[in-house]
């Protein structure tokens, strides 16, 4: 029986235009609420992203936000893993060595944080509050994690120039314009097994979507395991299932799907 449902939200639960068919939604979430399925976006988005996407209906969600290093429920949050300001400010000064071309975004508990010389703009699809500093130096709070996004989809080679912290921080490319690094061992794995454990909810009770290499770990905590058809052919490879894309409202129809015949 499916108690929860989990799923990333960018090129997974949102379409390319970064919403989602509200209507549709209605009915999932009633059908959800009829069978006391619990549904949470896990997600690299800031939580008051998420919130703000939700409107109303976010405070029935568990959120697994900021590359899912903290765990937000009815505003509150119930889980963090923090990266230390000292090894944040060391792999910020070796991304800055690399290339003063690609954004980074670093995250601490009040706020994503950016150089004065970008644009909020550029951030605000994804994080609800942003500030802007001269300095990374400026930050003296430990960090939620560290977002690099490159237009020039070099990720995967910044990626390996960061190796001498591999064992000191959990870093990702989740594709070309994408790297998310967080405290070590923190993934969405690691942070849906501690929800799991919060909501004594086993894998063979959970149902999972995803689309990015960053998803990988996510659906390794569900048996109902489902790589959208837009998704990278790895995470195809380590989905169970594959359902349709990201713009035809896939996880909400597998959803009502499932639910019904769980329901039958």
Sequence with gaps: MIKLILTDMDGTFLNSSGDFNRTLFKEVKEMMQEQGVIFAPVTGKQCERVEELFGDDAKDLWILG???????????FV?????????????????????LDHVIIACTRSGAVIKNTVPADL?????????????????????????????????FETRERLSRFFES??????????????????HKGTTVEHLQQLLNVTPEETMAFGDGYNDLELLVRADFSFAVRNAFPELKDAARYITGSNDEDAVMKTILQMLSLQKA
Excluded: P
């Design 169 to 186: 921080a959990y870093i990702v490319a989740s594709e070309a314009a994408w790297i998310d690094i967080a405290n070590v061992n923190v």
């Design 123 to 155: 951030v605000r699809r994804s994080y609800a509050q942003v500030r802007q500093v001269a300095d990374f130096r400026e930050i003296t709070d430990d960090f939620v994690k560290i977002t690099v996004y490159d237009a020039a989809l070099q990720c």
């Design 66 to 76: 900021d590359s899912a290093t903290r765990i937000k429920h009815n505003g509150e």
């Design 79 to 99: 889980y963090e893993s923090l990266l230390s300001n000292k090894l944040g400010l060391e792999i910020i000064q070796l991304l800055e060595e690399i290339s």
